[in-house]
């Protein structure tokens, strides 16, 4: 088993530029999450996916949308990016939405110039 | 507001030595703590949960405390090693399934080193 998969691993982006950031589990999870993480602010949630079909703000969405594409697979867009986006985004999931692990991909890299 | 915090400067141990890394919370009635090792340039891992009814968790050398009168969990590592140094995060998560803010919410951190 992979795991919790991201691509990519890195990307530099120029302001206004969009892209996707994918992610894939296989472990048959339910709920799927992203997350940022910024020095000394710690692991923020942006939007999660409490079960397939279904998906919810987080503490920070702005900027942000999401597609629960499967239940395999949950991807995070920025539509025009922003230098303050510059971040590691962090893809996770989990067999529910409460009181379980949650199990973290590798990361993805935005530099946003 | 909800706030969770870990000590942000970096605790340096000897190697041996019992590592005590702490977590308090206000405004928060977790039901459940959690903690996670993150190594850098790699996504958190979870090492241990304890629920609000359980006073202590143990696994090999790790144990965690969790006193919801006092607000606090203290996460310990026995018998360091080198191997041990990595970043440790608490993650509270809420009593009430809600909106976005109780979902499980992350401390900052709090970064381990063990020397040999």
């Known amino acids: 088993n992979a795991g919790v998969t991201q691509t990519p691993k890195f990307q530099v982006l120029k302001t206004g530029q969009s892209m996707t950031l994918q992610c894939a589990q296989d472990m048959n999870h339910n709920s799927m999450y992203w997350y940022r993480q910024d020095p000394g602010m710690g692991l923020r949630l942006i939007y999660y996916s409490a079960s397939e079909g279904t998906t919810d703000k987080g503490e920070v969405p702005n900027g942000y949308n999401v597609s629960r594409l499967n239940k395999r697979e949950f991807s995070l867009r920025l539509e025009s990016a922003a230098p303050s986006q510059t971040s590691v985004y962090f893809c996770a999931s989990s067999v529910e939405p409460r009181g379980q692990t949650q199990y973290f991909g590798p990361g993805t890299r935005l530099l946003v110039l | 507001s909800q706030k969770i915090e870990q000590n942000s400067e970096a605790l340096n141990i000897q190697e041996g030595k019992t590592a005590t890394l702490t977590c308090?919370?206000?405004?928060?009635?977790p039901a459940y703590l959690q903690w996670y090792r993150q190594d850098p340039g790699r996504g958190p891992v979870f090492l241990l949960l304890i629920r609000e009814n359980e006073k202590e968790k143990r696994k090999e050398r790790l144990k965690v405390t969790f006193d919801t009168t006092l607000k606090q969990s203290l996460f310990h590592i026995t018998a360091s090693q080198p191997a041990d140094s990595a970043t440790y995060l608490c993650a509270l998560d809420p009593?009430?399934?809600?909106?976005?803010?109780?979902?499980?919410?992350?401390?900052?951190?709090t970064r381990l080193m063990v020397k040999p």
């Open chain 2, 24 to 29: 308090n919370y206000t405004n928060y009635s």
């Open chain 2, 95 to 109: 009593r009430l399934l809600g909106d976005a803010g109780n979902m499980l919410t992350f401390g900052g951190g």
